[in-house]
């Protein structure tokens, strides 16, 4: 049976996915962990909590506690550039982590699972380079900096996501929808905007789920 682990940072962000499924509560601590079932597919929903740090430690404790073969990062994510519009539905092809530099490597760039961004984009998501960092593009000078090394949406977990994922050789999929676009009152937007888009953002990761 595919196990399909699902990461999501905030219980708030949770919500749509646990009202379209029939679900059951098995953990609170160290996560809360729910666990559903769709067309034979184990899911296992887990809140990680907020960065990078969390969604990280939060995939691994999926691969090892539950054995899932797929994870699934779903949630918000900011839009940087202006073509980008406030709940749009997109999948990253690619993740920079542009808080993070080494000097031998860089900035980190993540690229994701072909076969599954051919899935996403049969079923109408727009791809897209997605910016990570523990922080927010909370300034116009911000937002101008990644729109120019081409990054529109930004979010503070899916590098670490991914990052595990690689080093489990497990692949990924990540489903964003857009919930703000302001860099001053981003806050206002999100509160705003992450209830009524959700559901429609479960709808379609059960869609791409059941497509699997």
């Not at 905030?10 to 953990?27: A, D, M, P, V």
């Not at 072909?114 to 523990?134: E, H, W, Y």
């Not at 001053?184 to 059960?206: G, H, R």
Request: proline share 3%.
């Amino acid at each position: 049976m595919e196990r399909i682990g699902i990461v999501i940072a905030l219980k708030r962000e949770s919500k749509g996915l646990l009202e379209l499924l029939t679900h059951n509560q098995i953990l609170e601590r160290p996560y809360p962990v729910y666990q559903s079932n769709l067309n034979n597919i184990n899911i296992f929903i887990a809140i990680s909590g907020l960065g990078k740090s969390y969604a990280s430690a939060c995939t691994q404790f999926l691969i090892d506690k539950y054995n899932v073969n797929l994870i699934v990062n779903t949630g918000s994510c900011g839009g940087v550039c202006p073509k980008i519009k406030i709940g749009e539905i997109v999948c990253p092809h690619s993740v920079i982590e542009y808080d993070f530099k080494s000097i031998k490597l860089g900035t980190p760039i993540y690229t994701l699972n072909k076969d599954l961004l051919d899935i996403a984009t049969k079923l109408g998501l727009k791809t897209v380079l997605l910016g990570s960092a523990d922080s927010n593009a909370d300034t116009e000078e911000k937002k101008e900096y990644l729109h120019k090394i081409g990054i529109e949406v930004a979010d503070w977990e899916s590098a670490g996501i991914l990052k595990t994922s690689i080093k489990n050789n497990i692949p990924a999929l990540i489903l964003k929808t857009v919930t703000d676009t302001s860099s001053t009152n981003f806050v206002e937007e999100f509160l705003q905007n992450v209830k009524k888009l959700n559901k429609v953002l479960a709808e379609k990761t059960l869609e791409i789920i059941s497509a699997l």
